[in-house]
């Protein structure tokens, strides 16, 4: 036995004992472990949620600027005692995302499931409109809506806020429960049938169900893209009908004011704890 034998049966042996498949799925893990796919995923997260680190801290420091100055819960304190415009123009954002978004969802469901279920001529031509307003830009879509509101003379306000809301919200509803309908098995609604179920009750006990995971879906990216819209918001707002985007791009003219971080963070933390309360939720009507 040679000297370049001696020294690899020596390293050999140090290395502790492993089965060959065992071994070979180690080494490849390893290799895995810093690959370039992870390294970019983590360089993203970074990316994303290092501002949301960053506002959750400076809500708590005592000054206005960007010099931590000391811990303070003073901009808290302001939020909830002295804010009263913030809270009304939350409020507007709100009632106007929960009432468009659940208009939507109504109009998109029922609009879904009469497309996927009857053929008729100009079905390619509703699936075609309806999905325009998720491919016009948005200032496109506001100037249409507020000349619209002009040429019929409906005073701008929270009513053509909600309207504006729903109509831009209807393709986004129609698409999710579109795609849960592409799963359906039409089966189950002619078995439904020959137990002697109507029409009505096909919709209201076996297709409605079936859509739920999709409806919900819809319903929560609709309050989602309500809550933070902007563009349109301001082409068809009218006075005393300020939403928190408004609100906030109005604010941010004198600079950022550390009340909005700490808004910011309380709208965070409410929607971790929603997203959490809804996700079992969504787990029991996917598996129904």
Partial sequence: MNFKSVINHFIT?????????????AR?????????SQTVFIITIIFLFLPLFVLLLYSFNSSKGMNWTGFSLGWYEELFFHSRN?????????IIALSSAGTATVIGTLGA?????????????????????????????GVSLLAFFEGVKL??????????????NLPFV???????????DFSIIEAARDLG???????????????MPGIVSGFLTAVTISLEDFVITFFVAG????????????????????????LSVVMIGGTVILTFLLRNFLKYIAAK
Avoid at 28 to 36: D, E, T
Avoid at 174 to 184: H, Q, S, T
Wanted: hydrophobic share 50%; proline share 6%.
């Fill in 13 to 25: 042996s140090l290395k502790p004992p492993q089965a060959g498949e065992a071994a070979r799925h």
């Fill in 28 to 36: 490849r893990a390893y290799r895995k472990q810093f690959s370039f």
């Fill in 86 to 94: 913030l809270w009304r123009a939350f409020r507007h954002s709100i």
């Fill in 113 to 141: 499931i009469g497309v996927n279920w009857y053929r008729f001529r100009l079905r390619g031509y509703v699936q075609t409109v309806s999905f325009l307003p998720m491919i016009l830009p948005e200032i496109i879509i």
């Fill in 155 to 168: 005073k701008l306000g929270l009513t053509t806020i909600f309207i504006a809301h729903a109509t831009f």
């Fill in 174 to 184: 129609f698409l999710m429960v579109m795609a849960r309908l592409d799963e359906f």
């Fill in 197 to 211: 179920a109507g029409e009505g009750q096909i919709l209201l006990k076996v297709t409605i169900p079936v859509c």
């Fill in 239 to 262: 006075p005393g009908s300020s939403t928190l985007p408004l609100y906030i791009n109005s604010a941010i003219r004198f600079g950022v004011s550390p009340v909005i971080n700490a």
